[in-house]
């Protein structure tokens, strides 16, 4: 079946530090890619998305690739800040949207 | 920019009683779908409603669920009896395709006492 797996947290940084949170997936098929994240107190936002292989998502500073060969989508971001510090969640789209654990990231001034 | 929303934003009961929980999608979206929460925990599917129906639930969904579309308008959730283990983040979403990116609302924080 689809599943996602990725890294567990906290992740703690400091603010200007070189950002990965490794995910993979299993899927029959070659669904969508995601990468939520939900800020403290707060709902679900897409952060950026790869609909096939080698597509690059990209946004506020954060990119992740889609990798068939290795069954990834790391997220990476060359320069996080203290506004950065939320959960993030990759997940795959199928019939429904199917999402890894989470990673709870925090970013020290 | 449109957005999903939800109402309430958290709602309290007691063990037993009947909760909707309501959402207002975007107004083009076809696709309606609702997950939950646990604190904690990961995002969980709960069920997807496409032409008014049922398209997919998961084994969470049981007989104390249903969804409904009313007016065209709101997309519902109801627990009939609520269970203390029902205590949960629960958010709805929304998508103008199947498999393509879905849009969540804010989500409502039930907490059964």
């Known amino acids: 079946g689809n599943s996602v797996t990725q890294m567990e947290g906290p992740v703690t940084l400091s603010e200007e530090a070189f950002l990965t949170i490794n995910c993979t997936y299993t899927?029959?098929?070659?669904?969508?890619l995601f990468w939520y994240v939900q800020y403290p107190g707060e709902g679900l936002q897409l952060l950026l998305k790869?609909?096939?292989?080698?597509d690059k998502g990209s946004n506020k500073g954060f990119e992740a690739t889609y990798r068939k060969e290795t069954t990834s989508f790391h997220l990476e971001k060359g320069s996080v800040q203290v506004s950065d510090s939320a959960v993030y969640f990759c997940?795959?789209?199928?019939?429904?949207?199917?999402f890894g654990s989470g990673t709870r990231l925090s970013i020290r001034p | 920019e449109p957005e999903v929303t939800q109402t309430p934003s958290h709602q309290v009961t007691q063990m037993g009683q009947e909760v909707i929980l309501r959402c207002v999608p975007i107004?083009?979206?076809?696709?309606f779908y609702w997950y939950r929460q646990i604190l904690g925990q990961k995002v969980e599917f709960l069920v997807s409603?496409?032409?008014?129906?049922?398209?997919?639930k998961s084994e969470i969904f049981d007989d104390q669920f249903s969804v409904e579309r009313p007016d065209g308008s709101n997309f519902t959730l109801k627990i009939r009896s609520t269970k203390l283990e029902d205590s949960a983040m629960y958010f709805c979403a929304g998508s103008d395709q199947s498999y393509n990116e879905q849009f969540f609302g804010p989500g409502t924080r039930l907490t059964v006492l």
């Open positions: 997940a795959l789209s199928a019939s429904k949207i199917i």
């Open positions: 790869a609909t096939k292989a080698d």
């Open positions: 107004s083009n979206h076809l696709y």
């Open positions: 899927a029959t098929g070659y669904p969508s």
């Open positions: 409603f496409y032409n008014n129906e049922i398209s997919e």
